[in-house]
């Protein structure tokens, strides 16, 4: 993987667009990225890592503060990066979200959502292959084999994370190589282990549960054959036995006394059926003897009942005939009494009714006939006018309508015209504001820019007063720290030379009896120096001195470059124009701030008017035409009004004879149909008084002539034999009873139960109510004992199914318990040692196991690059010895001291040793990785801060390592701002930061 070109625009520092041609950067294979503190060269590795993952390392994924803060506000953040891949070439652009300035969003703002494209280069030209922020992530990261946390490590080389992993513990460095190589199928095995041994003790658990479960249940389905003296057996299965034996001879007791119980309760039954039987028909005689006295007592009443019946049926002959006179002569009185009212209400219309008023005689009668006709007549020629008058009615109707649509077209005119006046003068009133407001907004960019420098100018101006003060302090404290360091390289040089004087002594203290002198090569010391003890302590004592001296030394480096970097941002500060006075630039971004925000308010307004006095002049020019239209609307008005006042003057003039003196036609027709009513009313009464009085003649002549066939003489006969209803249906009912019950009786004096009670009578036999409740309460007795013997016996039987159920369970769960003990107990041993428990006495579980596999391929490749940086001193070697305490093991790392051979951990290195061991597990891990996902060629890397804690010979080591890196055409980039960095690298990257954001310049051969 290579990285050709990059562009950003509004990126973190970076104000504009700014582009680098990494081709150019890498033509030499090693290039330095480097410039001021919090100028942006973190930022160009972000921009990189945000194009390919759409996010940057650590606690700037924050998307929308991605955004340069110097950028225009409307100026949209992007990074465009171009890379090749497995013989590919691709582009892939990016814009985080971010809030783009807009009138109509919320608070002055609309959000604007990330967008991503992704684009191939083929046969000279670009496809797209992506317009999709998760797909394009998807294909990148398949091309490139690693994901952002890999990338991060393998391609961008954070040397301070490396030197905490160098000096962490097992479990901390866990966390990395887990993420880097993606060990985490091994943690799921331990899971799947752990949790299948779980699942099989917890089957062998629902065994042995079902094992007390069955043996609980034997016991308590035998709860009541067992007492205090029974003892049972330990062991399950033989209690089961048990209890099942004495189950077994349970119930063949209860069987036996369950069948002498129901012998007893069928014979004592049957003697209370017997009892109850002649019980019975002793109480049906004497009923029998009762109903037959109280039969012959309405032996008479039955017979006069007949008779009546008899002249009823006769009678009921001529019930049609007697109807029918009656009928008919009712009928005649109420026609005669109906054609006299209705001839009274004749005579008083007459009276009242304009319309029949010339229709009686002199003598007071009326032509009823010839009147009918003439009304009849009369009634056609009304009704044939009605829709003339309807026509009337909606003339008037209309003419309401124009009169109302003409008095508000009246009243609206005169608004209108008001509108258009009103209008008007709104018009020429904004016209005129706007021509005041648009000088004054005419300045706006001009007094924004000039406030936003102004207050530029302010933040610098604190800036540099608070880097002065800073400087200050830290060249107090170099001058400190070079006075320390002075007077202890002082001391070490006096006791080093006080030292060198008594060398004599010194070797004397080391001198043993029988051994050679490393002098003279004698075995005999007669006379060494006396003084040996005092020059040892002398040695300790520069011993400590030169640590002494070392240590400030290292301090003064360190506080030296401090001050070299302040003094770097101090001169910086004050060439953006930090030494300008505080009071003056407040005052001037104060006064830029009042200008600025005077020409914001007129822009704003002046878009308001601009935008109002376009409505006005809409809304004018409406107003105007519906002006014009609204005269055209009032003439037709007028016109139609005229036409319909004559209409209604003829048709008043042409139906007033057809009224009569009437309100309106329909009136007119009312009357005339009240008149035919009454006429109508007296023709129909007289016609039915005239039919009335010969149907009466009529059926009283039928009467007669049936008479002498009935047996009755008078007609009055024959209507006091003839009975209401319903008093022939109940004597009718009266006479079937009484039969009935005499053939009734009949038969039962005949029946076999009867016959036997008089003979049990004639015989003396006779039962008691006492004998008879004797008997079945000996039968209850007998019954209550047989249910419970049955039941007892039914519970016996079903006792022994259930604990022969029970055995048989009992047995098939002790059959099937031994494999899955013998499984769980396996796969526990196994999960145990994959976890680092158990029998695993290094305490190294699945995955830390494949882990220290990695590193120790990580240590490997990592001394390769050591050797060479430490001048072949020091070896990385990957340890699995058993930690302290219990802890879990095998992620441990050693530093092999091969001029002393002794091993020692990699918190002893000092602070350069430390950077190079860091740095060689960094490249190592890295080599790995890459080896892990495939062999991705990784032909661009980039190696952070971290040069400045070596001195000059390690740092020429350092680089000869970091110059192989380029073999095979790899590109190197290193991030830093140590001075001699800069003078060794020709071809530079450089981040130059300014009051509105930082730039990039590509520098080369600027090594002299």
């Not at 001037?588 to 601009?610: H, N, R, T, Y």
């Not at 790995?928 to 991705?936: I, P």
């Not at 970091?962 to 095979?968: A, K």
Request: with cysteine; charged share 25%.
């Amino acid at each position: 993987m290579r990285i050709h070109r990059l562009r950003m625009s509004a990126f973190g520092p970076f104000a504009g667009t700014e582009d680098v041609d990494f081709d150019r950067l890498g033509s030499h294979g090693l290039f330095l990225l480097n410039g001021a503190t919090g100028a942006g060269k973190t930022s160009v590795l972000d921009a990189i890592c945000f194009a390919l993952y759409g996010s940057v390392p650590g606690a700037r994924q924050d998307g929308k503060r991605l955004r340069s803060d110097h950028a225009d506000p409307g100026q949209e953040p992007s990074v465009t990066c171009e890379f090749s891949a497995q013989g590919r070439y691709f582009e892939v652009s990016r814009s985080p979200a971010w809030d783009k300035p807009s009138a109509r969003g919320k608070n002055g703002f609309t959000t604007q959502q990330a967008k991503t494209l992704l684009r191939e280069r083929v046969d000279g030209s670009w496809e797209e292959k992506s317009g999709r922020n998760d797909e394009a992530g998807a294909e990148i990261t398949g091309l490139l084999s690693m994901d952002r946390e890999q990338f991060t490590r393998v391609v961008m080389l954070p040397q301070g994370d490396f030197a905490a992993f160098l000096r962490s513990k097992a479990t901390e460095r866990t966390d990395l190589l887990q993420k880097l190589f993606g060990t985490q199928r091994f943690e799921s095995v331990e899971r799947e282990l752990a949790e299948r041994a779980g699942a099989a003790r917890q089957a062998v658990e629902r065994i042995n549960a079902q094992i007390d479960l069955l043996g609980a249940r034997a016991r308590t389905e035998s709860e009541s054959l067992l007492t205090d003296d029974v003892q049972l057996p330990d062991d399950p299965s033989e209690q089961v036995d048990f209890l099942l034996a004495t189950a077994h001879a349970q119930e063949t007791k209860s069987a036996a006394a369950s069948t002498m119980a129901e012998q007893r309760n069928r014979d004592l039954q049957s003697q209370v059926e017997r009892l109850t039987a002649r019980a019975a028909r002793d109480d049906n005689l004497l009923a029998l003897r009762e109903r037959q006295l109280a039969a012959d007592a309405q032996a008479e009443m039955l017979v006069t009942a007949a008779e009546r019946m008899a002249a009823h049926h006769r009678a009921a002959r001529l019930s049609g005939e007697l109807s029918a006179v009656d009928a008919a002569q009712v009928a005649a009185e109420r026609a005669a009494d109906d054609r006299a009212d209705a001839l009274g209400l004749l005579r008083m219309a007459v009276q009242d009714d304009a319309e029949l008023a010339e229709a009686a005689s002199s003598s007071g009668d009326v032509d009823i006939p010839a009147e009918r006709s003439r009304l009849r007549s009369t009634l056609a020629v009304v009704e044939a006018r009605i829709p003339d008058e309807d026509r009337l009615v909606a003339l008037g109707s209309e003419e309401q309508a124009h009169r109302v649509q003409l008095t508000l077209l009246s009243e609206k005119r005169v608004t209108f015209e008001t509108s258009v006046a009103r209008l008007r003068l709104e018009l020429a009133a904004v016209t005129v504001r706007s021509g005041e407001l648009r000088d004054a907004a005419a300045d706006l960019a001009l007094r924004l820019k000039e406030a936003t420098a102004a207050a530029d100018l302010v933040r610098v101006v604190g800036q540099y007063r608070a880097a002065n003060v800073l400087t200050e302090e830290i060249q107090e404290r170099h001058r400190q720290a070079t006075d320390t360091y002075l007077g202890a390289r002082t001391r070490w040089l006096d006791l080093r030379e006080e030292r060198l004087q008594n060398a004599a002594a010194e070797l004397a203290g080391q001198l043993v009896d029988g051994q050679a002198c490393a002098v003279c090569g004698s075995l005999e010391h007669p006379d060494p120096p006396t003084s040996a003890f005092l020059v040892l302590d002398l040695a300790q004592q520069e011993q400590d001195a030169q640590d002494a001296s070392e240590r400030a030394e290292k301090i003064v480096a360190t506080v030296g470059a401090e001050l070299s970097e302040a003094q770097q941002n101090r001169a910086a500060l004050a060439g953006q124009g930090g030494t300008a006075d505080p009071a003056e630039a407040e005052s001037a971004a104060a006064a830029a701030k009042v200008a600025a925000d005077g020409a914001q308010a007129a822009a704003q307004e002046l878009g308001l008017l601009d935008n109002h006095q376009e409505r006005l002049s809409e809304e004018l020019e409406a107003a105007e035409a519906t002006l014009a239209a609204h005269g055209d609307d009032y003439l037709t008005a007028q016109t139609s009004l005229m036409s319909v006042t004559t209409q209604q003057q003829a048709l008043v003039e042409s139906l007033a004879p057809l009224r009569a003196g009437h309100a309106s036609l329909e009136h007119r027709i009312r009357a005339i149909n009240s008149s035919l009513t009454s006429l109508e009313a007296a023709h129909t009464a007289t016609m039915q008084a005239e039919k009335a009085t010969a149907q009466s003649v009529h059926a009283l002549e039928r009467l007669t002539q049936a008479l002498p066939d009935s047996g009755f003489t008078h007609a009055d006969d024959a209507r006091v034999a003839l009975l209401a209803d319903p008093e022939p249906a109940d004597l009718q009912d009266i006479l079937r009873r009484g039969h009935d019950e005499q053939a009734r009786l009949a038969e039962l004096w005949e029946s076999a139960d009867i016959q036997l009670a008089v003979a049990e009578q004639e015989q003396g036999l006779h039962v008691s109510v006492h004998d008879i409740e004797l008997a079945r309460f000996q039968a209850a007795e007998a019954a209550r004992e047989n249910s419970a013997a049955s039941l007892g016996a039914g519970l016996a039987v079903r006792r022994c199914e259930v604990l022969q159920s029970v055995a048989r369970d009992m047995a098939l769960a002790l059959d099937s318990a031994g494999a899955p003990r013998r499984h769980a107990e396996m796969l526990t041993g196994v999960a145990e040692a994959a976890a680092g428990r158990g029998e695993n006495s290094f305490r190294m579980s699945l995955n830390s196991y494949v882990l220290a596999a990695r590193l120790e391929q990580v240590a490997t490749a990592a001394s390769e690059r050591l050797v060479a940086m430490s001048d072949g001193r020091y070896l990385l070697q990957h340890t699995d010895a058993k930690a302290a305490r219990g802890a879990k093991s095998g992620l441990g790392l050693q530093v092999v001291d091969q001029w002393t051979g002794h091993q020692r951990d990699t918190s002893t290195l000092s602070g350069g040793e430390s950077f190079m061991a860091a740095l060689s597990l960094a490249l190592g891990l890295a080599d790995v990785v890459q080896q892990e996902a495939g062999g991705v060629e990784i032909e661009t890397l980039f190696v952070d801060e971290g040069f400045g804690s070596l001195d000059e010979q390690a740092l020429e080591q350092v680089m000869d390592a970091l110059e192989n890196l380029r073999d095979g055409g790899r590109v190197v980039g290193l991030v830093s701002h140590v001075a001699e960095m800069k003078q060794r690298i020709g071809t530079q990257l450089q981040v130059i930061k300014g009051r509105h954001g930082s730039t990039l310049e590509i520098s080369e051969n600027l090594v002299s």
